[in-house]
């Protein structure tokens, strides 16, 4: 495909994140006013809570876009997706009739305060990344027991925190936690030494399900995607997460990126899911490509120090699809509800330099990368993270924004002042 224009100019320049082919959903404010949903095209945003007040958006079922979150409309079903979708199209196309009066409607991204996106009903985060499962367990095993048993079989997960979850901009405190390390007879209450970030996309559930999902219908429930930082205190995690997996190392926070990618937008950029190291259960098995070709990269910037990219990847690098995950995790019976967020788990391809995490770039701690003239083998205080992802076509892209997040220092003991 290549680029549909637009009458806003700057939707159709290479680089921008939000062509006309795009058109991602969020929640936004100005000052003075409510956060209300809000359309991203070029560097500006269109408020299409007052274009279905004044009549120009209307949808079977509607008013559908007047609360602060997109789960009314997710919620409609996917009749009303694509209405919506073909009608901003229409508004926002090239020559389009009502351009003029929809200029009154723009607002410059620079001048706006993004919120959530959407409610989060639930949060289960995956680890289904073919390279980040065998490095991170060649790290702690050995290169013999990298995978356990299970993982060529089906999407391993864990129940989060829909609590932690946090739009982009949030900062993000260090927490404290348990720690034993190798040297520790007993363990002792800290701030985490080990704090990590992780490379992930999330999926959005934007219709509920009461039984097992087909891959096939799993796919076609999904909503869209956004970036996902899973926030990861190493040290915590590695002193819990036996016998039950992880649990406080990842409850700190979630951070995601403001635009909502639906899967409309992503479909021309489809492809499959890597070739089988053992054949799935037929459950699982996918009718056609269900991953899509999504570059993802990381920038750590130090407190008093300019960016540095540390990590290039791309969501192809999965090893089982959103779908395969959502239709695994229906299995049993488990309800799914509108606004359930998924995490991909990390994403790491071959390289070195396609590693997801800070674990996996400087393999432990033992090999620390350079970030300008300083190192890191994990975060410190004052690290700003910053994902960015995007689909690239003919002469256009489809992307995400960003998802960024600074860390700041841990609080003083909570619990001093009750010892």
């Not at 959407?118 to 790290?139: P, W």
């Amino acid at each position: 495909m290549s680029l549909d224009r637009s009458w806003v100019e700057s939707a159709n320049e290479a680089e921008t994140d939000f062509p006309l082919n795009n058109l991602p959903y969020g929640v936004f404010s100005t000052p003075g006013e409510a956060p209300r949903c809000g359309v991203a095209i070029g560097d500006m945003i269109l408020d299409v809570a007052a274009l279905e007040r004044a009549g120009i958006i209307a949808l079977r079922g509607g008013p559908l876009l007047q609360s602060a979150t997109w789960n009314p409309l997710m919620t409609a079903g996917t009749e009303a997706w694509a209405a919506l979708r073909s009608r901003l199209r229409e508004l926002l196309a090239e020559g389009a009739s009502q351009s003029e009066a929809l200029r009154a409607h723009l607002v410059s991204q620079a001048e706006a305060r993004m919120h959530l996106p959407f409610t989060v009903a639930e949060f289960t985060d995956f680890y289904a990344s073919r390279h980040h499962a065998a490095n991170v367990g060649t790290m702690f095993r050995g290169a013999e027991n990298a995978l356990p048993p299970n993982w060529l079989s089906m999407p391993i997960g864990y129940n989060g925190r829909a609590s932690s979850v946090v739009v982009s901009g949030t900062e993000i405190r260090r927490p404290w936690g348990q720690i034993k390390g190798p040297d520790d007879a007993l363990p002792r209450f800290a701030p985490s030494e080990r704090f990590d970030f992780e490379l992930e996309m999330g999926a959005i559930l934007g219709q509920p399900s009461n039984g097992p999902l087909s891959v096939a219908k799993a796919d076609a429930m999904i909503f869209g995607y956004v970036l996902l930082n899973d926030w990861s205190a190493r040290d915590i995690q590695a002193w819990e997460y036996q016998p039950l997996g992880p649990f406080q190392a990842k409850a700190t926070a979630t951070s995601i990126s403001p635009w909502i990618v639906t899967a409309a937008a992503l479909a021309p950029f489809r492809t499959s899911t890597p070739e089988r190291e053992r054949e799935l259960l037929p459950y699982l098995q996918e009718p056609g490509p269900m991953l899509y070709d999504i570059d993802l990269e990381v920038e750590l910037a130090p407190e008093w120090a300019g960016p540095v990219t540390i990590a290039r990847t791309n969501y192809r690098e999965m090893y089982y699809s959103a779908a395969q995950q959502l239709a695994h995790h229906t299995t049993s019976g488990c309800p799914m509800r509108v606004g359930d967020l998924l995490g991909s788990g990390t994403i790491s391809g071959p390289a070195r330099e396609s590693r997801g995490a800070l674990l996996e770039l400087s393999w432990g701690g033992k090999e620390p990368i350079a970030v300008g003239d300083q190192t890191r083998s994990f975060i410190e205080d004052g690290d700003t993270l910053r994902f960015r992802g995007h689909a690239r076509g003919d002469g256009y892209r489809v992307g995400f924004g960003e998802c960024t997040g600074k860390v700041l220092p841990a609080l003083d003991d909570p619990y001093k002042a009750h010892c």
